[in-house]
């Protein structure tokens, strides 16, 4: 079915499409200190549907923390711009998808490149703790903090690499990325369908709010997911998110044109 079989470590994704589908394509960004592997299966879900799929690695991303300190934002959003726009290239219809801060950086495609939609997992536009707003100095007094974990999460476990700490410095490029895409959101003009978590220690549910109140034009359509944490991609509603958006991308992809007539 795809190019890449599961890989044991973090890899970039890509499927080439096949079928009736083949001419359309998901551009699908993975999270903070995650890698491929934690939407893996939604990628594989969509290449078996025939679609011609692409997840990037990211910058400072399947490694260790001592490298994703060393990043910024830009480098995170301008590698799956890149993406997208390759696979835009190779395909007549593209959409972008994401999981938390990938679905982000989806968002900011969305309002700055003519995607055909978006599709996102908790995207993140806020933060629980509040202390991150203090964040750039913070950085320079305390280098690193323990990552959040959810308590008795039920997604599958992914050896994403060493993120046994997270640096302050890739928090405050992340606080960066969200307050560079909440000032964008009003660009976007694609359809948008936002899978929320209804338990997430991860992504506070402001996030949603601020999604829907500043989004533009259309008001996304929202779908709870009553049964999963913030990974939802690996966990118990897994299938509503593949199934629900697979039904998104087929109701807004156009019809192509008809076959004209031969001489």
């Given at each position: 079915?795809?190019?890449?079989?599961?890989?044991?470590?973090?890899?970039?994704?890509?499927?080439?499409?096949?079928?009736?589908?083949?001419?359309?394509?998901?551009?699908?960004?993975?999270?903070?200190?995650?890698?491929?592997?934690?939407?893996?299966?939604?990628?594989?879900?969509?290449?078996?549907?025939?679609?011609?799929?692409?997840v990037p690695l990211l910058p400072g991303h399947g490694?260790?923390?001592?490298?994703?300190?060393?990043?910024?934002?830009?480098?995170?959003?301008?590698?799956?711009?890149?993406?997208?726009?390759?696979?835009?290239?190779?395909?007549?219809?593209?959409?972008?998808?994401?999981?938390?801060?990938?679905?982000?950086?989806?968002?900011?495609?969305?309002?700055?490149?003519?995607?055909?939609?978006?599709?996102?997992?908790?995207?993140?536009?806020?933060?629980?703790?509040?202390?991150?707003?203090?964040?750039?100095?913070?950085?320079?007094?305390?280098?690193?903090?323990?990552?959040?974990?959810?308590?008795?999460?039920?997604?599958?476990?992914?050896?994403?690499?060493?993120?046994?700490?997270?640096?302050?410095?890739?928090?405050?490029?992340?606080?960066?990325?969200?307050?560079?895409?909440?000032?964008?959101?009003?660009?976007?003009?694609?359809?948008?369908?936002?899978f929320k978590s209804d338990t997430d220690a991860v992504?506070?549910?402001?996030?949603?709010?601020?999604?829907?109140?500043?989004?533009?034009?259309?008001?996304?359509?929202?779908?709870?997911?009553?049964?999963s944490g913030h990974v939802a991609t690996l966990d118990?509603?897994?299938?509503?998110?593949?199934?629900?958006?697979?039904?998104?991308?087929?109701?807004?992809?156009?019809?192509?044109?008809?076959?004209?007539?031969?001489?």
């Open positions: 079915m795809s190019d890449s079989s599961t890989p044991s470590r973090p890899a970039a994704f890509s499927y080439p499409g096949h079928g009736a589908n083949a001419r359309t394509g998901v551009a699908i960004c993975h999270g903070f200190t995650g890698s491929p592997l934690s939407v893996l299966p939604w990628a594989e879900h969509l290449a078996a549907a025939g679609y011609a799929v692409s490694t260790n923390w001592r490298d994703l300190a060393r990043r910024s934002w830009l480098e995170w959003y301008g590698a799956f711009e890149d993406a997208y726009r390759e696979l835009a290239a190779a395909t007549g219809t593209c959409f972008v998808a994401g999981l938390s801060m990938g679905g982000t950086i989806a968002l900011r495609t969305a309002a700055r490149n003519p995607v055909a939609g978006v599709a996102v997992v908790n995207p993140g536009l806020s933060f629980y703790d509040r202390r991150v707003r203090y964040v750039g100095v913070l950085k320079y007094l305390q280098r690193t903090t323990v990552p959040l974990q959810e308590a008795e999460s039920t997604a599958a476990a992914t050896d994403d690499g060493d993120y046994s700490l997270t640096p302050l410095q890739a928090v405050h490029q992340l606080r960066k990325l969200f307050s560079t895409t909440l000032r964008e959101l009003p660009s976007v003009t694609a359809p948008a369908l936002v992504v506070p549910a402001s996030s949603l709010a601020l999604l829907e109140r500043r989004l533009g034009p259309s008001a996304p359509e929202v779908v709870r997911l009553p049964d118990v509603d897994a299938p509503l998110i593949f199934e629900r958006s697979l039904r998104f991308f087929q109701d807004h992809t156009p019809a192509p044109l008809g076959t004209p007539e031969q001489p």
